[in-house]
């Protein structure tokens, strides 16, 4: 039996007098990559985000690698292996790539081992390296999302958090960084993936979950869910 490198129990999150999470439970085992899919406003970047620390859980438990992460600074969750791609890609503009890069690896205290890193990161996003004295703000929106990843990856995590990596992107781009998602899965990197194209998101995932305001209403494996005829017609546009 797989063990989890992440347990998410009862977890409830307010906005205010709103309740965006109502006791959520799920987990994702070492090693796997599992899809968080929804509508919008169903509760899914609610959920990272307060994986991550950057929002306070009302109630419940996130154990990460055991140690329990609601009372645990975001920054220090960083160290602990785990990072996020978020939203929007937020990579700072006025900075050049490879700028970008190292404020990934803000935790890190190895040269040499930063070093290579960033060589694994060039040879994984070879349009990095050909752009990294460019200013982060000058590249396309697939080019920008490669960095948001390859930012994440700096800093070595065991658990990389995605959030709607393929938002804004052309048909060709999407492709691309899902191939990567694949790619940084196999290389050992656990991934919990949060998706508006379920389509795309259950045909690389192992195992999802569906959010619908607030609640899981449904879990399995990906690809019988890619088959669900409910899911179909609610998420895949059947």
Do not use: C, W
């Amino acid at each position: 039996m797989a063990e989890p490198i992440l347990e998410v129990k009862d977890l409830s999150v307010y906005y205010g007098v709103i309740q965006a999470l109502k006791g959520i439970s799920f987990h994702v085992d070492k090693g796997e990559i599992v899809a968080l899919i929804g509508a919008n406003g169903a509760g899914k970047t609610t959920t990272l985000h307060t994986l991550s620390g950057l929002l306070k859980a009302e109630t419940g438990d996130i154990l990460y690698k055991g140690h329990e992460l609601t009372k645990t600074p975001s920054h220090k969750i960083v160290s602990l292996g785990m990072a996020q791609v978020p939203e929007g890609r937020r990579v700072f503009a006025e900075m050049t790539v490879l700028q970008n890069l190292k404020m990934g690896a803000y935790t890190r205290s190895d040269k040499a081992e930063m070093d290579a890193t960033l060589k694994d990161i060039y040879r994984r996003f070879p349009r990095l390296e050909e752009r990294k004295n460019q200013l982060a703000g000058t590249l396309s929106g697939g080019e920008q999302q490669m960095l948001a990843m390859g930012r994440a990856l700096m800093s070595h995590p065991d658990l990389i958090l995605m959030d709607e990596p393929s938002m804004g992107l052309s048909p060709i781009f999407v492709n691309e960084i899902f191939n990567i998602i694949e790619d940084v899965n196999k290389d050992g990197v656990t991934v919990l993936l949060v998706e508006q194209n379920a389509r795309k998101a259950l045909s690389i995932a192992n195992r999802a979950y569906v959010l619908e305001t607030g609640s899981i209403s449904k879990e399995g494996d990906a690809k019988e869910l890619l088959n669900d005829e409910a899911i179909r017609k609610a998420y895949l546009g059947e």
